[in-house]
């Protein structure tokens, strides 16, 4: 249980030993904490040394009420709050404090972590989106100063625009990167795979103690 921004989320906090940093996942509309795709990138940093927190930023009762047609999944400000507010949670956490933060945002799920980061960045050190919509963090792509990896399928041709556009704009140190043939969720062969890699990747660049 995670209290922040006056509310109680669900997360599933997993340690390792000597971590180098922790990764919070920030999921996109539709998705939660046990989405298959975050936790096998998530089984993927532990391997390589990094914490993991995957965490829920809508209520049990607000999940029920998207399912009748109510839109805070999409509200970005009120998603990036509660997100910010976790990121001061690990902060006092025995097993996390002190150790740099990295967010991994999908969908909408990226401008939420891309949002909440501008206003922590001493701990923030570095944010990965896989298939995000960075567009929708708006002016906050121009103060992000974490290093930010935009990864996105090569046939999710309006995503791969969009994030073309955010990139152009974003302040901080940041790289597109094309994953072949894959498309929105990328569920074709290895293309996961190659997510999870280039995401390692990242946060060993920029994600050290």
């Known amino acids: 249980m995670i209290r922040t921004a006056g509310v109680v989320l669900e997360g599933d906090l997993a340690t390792v030993d000597s971590p180098s940093g922790v990764v919070l996942f920030a999921h996109g509309s539709g998705s939660s ?31 029920r009420a998207e399912e009748r047609g109510a839109t805070r999944r999409f509200d970005i400000e009120l998603l990036a709050g509660r997100l910010s507010g976790i ?27 891309l949002v909440g980061a501008e206003p922590r960045p001493e701990p923030v050190r570095a944010v990965v989106s896989r298939g995000g919509r960075p567009d929708l963090a708006g002016d906050a792509l121009s103060r992000v100063r974490a290093p930010t990896l935009l990864i996105v399928g090569g046939n999710d041709p309006v995503v791969l625009e969009l994030n073309e556009q955010a990139a152009a704009v974003t302040a901080a140190p940041c790289e597109l990167r094309v994953v072949p043939n894959a498309t929105h969720l990328f569920a074709e062969p290895g293309a996961l795979e190659q997510v999870s890699a280039w995401a390692v990747e990242w946060y060993q660049r920029y994600l050290t103690r």
């Not at 046990?34 to 999940?63: C, I, K, W, Y």
């Not at 902060?91 to 939420?112: D, K, R």
């Open 33 to 63: 904490r046990h989405s298959p795709r975050n936790q096998m990138v998530a089984r993927q940093l532990r391997d390589a040394g990094f914490s993991t927190l995957l965490v829920d930023l809508l209520t049990a009762d607000e999940e």
């Open 87 to 113: 990121i001061d949670w690990l902060g006092g956490q025995p097993a996390t404090e002190g150790q740099p933060v990295g967010l991994f945002g999908a969908s909408t799920g990226a401008a939420a972590a």
